[in-house]
């Protein structure tokens, strides 16, 4: 699996956009990308994910760059309870049995008041 | 619908002394991994299963470490005998591999196990 480039970590006021980039300028086409979040003391949460299309959700959206080397997750509206350490993995989708997740360092957001 | 669930949440024990670590996966689920988690490594995948069967063990540290899968909703790690530096959080996590991609793994509280 291509591997992920992250900040270490942010801040975001409360009720602002958080916005969260990741780089992955070795991603092949096989490979969709992933975002986790953990929050303390917590198992990790999948958030999206997505191959090369923006994508949205009910927690989040994902945004792939064309060339797909990078994308960004927001959080549109931070709470205090998005305080997490925020993981970017990509990941292979031929895979004819389970694939594993690779889990680097993150970034780990801190929403403040 | 509950997810996945493991016990217990909390182990403290000896040194030398056997731990058994167990994981329910949600219903339906063919594919189940073991992750341990420490400060300095961070998140780790152990192992994992895929319809039952064990697909991928490399990260399985050592002889002392063992998992098994008996059928679809459960599975055990057993660790024996326990050593100090096998403390850590142990996530177990599952995930429907219905289609390529469509994969993503939903993960219980974890165990947090410290050897004494």
């Known amino acids: 699996d291509a591997k992920t480039t992250q900040p270490t970590s942010m801040d975001c006021a409360e009720g602002r956009a958080a916005n969260l980039p990741c780089n992955h300028s070795?991603?092949?086409?096989?490979?969709?990308v992933y975002w986790y979040r953990q929050i303390h003391s917590q198992g990790p949460q999948y958030i999206i994910h997505?191959?090369?299309n923006n994508e949205t959700n009910e927690m989040a959206s994902l945004i792939i760059t064309e060339d797909r080397k990078s994308s960004t997750l927001i959080l549109p509206h931070a709470t205090l309870r998005d305080t997490a350490v925020y993981y970017c993995?990509?990941?292979?989708?031929?895979?004819?049995?389970?694939?594993?997740?690779?889990f680097g360092t993150g970034t780990r957001l801190q929403v403040t008041l | 619908d509950a997810g996945v669930i493991q016990s217990p949440r909390h182990e403290v024990t000896e040194m030398g002394q056997e731990v058994t670590l167990r994981c329910k996966p949600i219903?339906?689920?063919?594919?189940l991994f073991w992750y341990r988690q420490t400060m300095m490594r961070g998140l780790e995948l152990l192992i994992y299963?895929?319809?039952?069967?064990?697909?991928?063990d490399s990260g399985m540290p050592e002889d002392r470490f063992s998992a098994k899968m008996p059928n679809a909703s459960f599975s055990t790690l057993k660790i024996q005998p326990s050593e100090p530096r096998d403390s850590a959080v142990y996530f177990c996590?599952?995930?429907?591999?219905?289609?390529?991609?469509?994969?993503?793994?939903?993960f219980g509280d974890g165990t947090r196990l410290s050897i004494l």
């Open positions: 219903s339906g689920h063919n594919s």
């Open positions: 299963f895929n319809n039952n069967v064990p697909i991928d």
């Open positions: 997505g191959l090369k």
């Open positions: 996590a599952s995930s429907l591999d219905r289609a390529p991609g469509e994969r993503p793994q939903h």
């Open positions: 993995i990509v990941r292979d989708y031929l895979t004819g049995t389970a694939s594993k997740l690779t």
């Open positions: 070795t991603i092949s086409g096989n490979e969709y």
